[in-house]
């Protein structure tokens, strides 16, 4: 995720900085006003980063709760093979 803050937020604001002198709408008359308006766009840009960082734990989480209950079921299942085998007497004997 470190790719896309840089990407993503610092780029977002360098784009309005840059374009807006590319284009010619910044020069040093007004660099006051374009200073506020390319770090509103980071902010802007850093809150949907965060957003974005956010859900990608949470998925994450989510995918280790299934690992982990997936992981569960299958003991429960050895577990159950085993005592149902030797109830039954069915297991090998050594």
């Known amino acids: 995720f470190s790719v896309r803050l840089v ?13 807006s002198e590319a284009v010619g709408l910044r020069h040093a008359n007004n660099v006051s006003f374009w200073r ?6 980071g902010i802007l840009f850093f809150g949907r980063w965060i957003s974005q960082l956010r859900q990608a734990c949470l998925k994450r989480d989510l995918k280790m709760d299934d690992h982990e209950l997936q992981e569960q ?5 050895l577990v159950l093979q085993e005592e149902t085998s030797q109830e039954y007497g069915s297991g090998a004997v050594l």
Request: charged share 15%.
């Open 73 to 77: 079921e299958e003991v429960d299942s």
């Open 36 to 41: 506020p308006v390319a770090l509103l766009v």
């Open 7 to 19: 990407l993503e937020v610092f780029g977002g604001a360098g784009a309005i900085w840059g374009c």
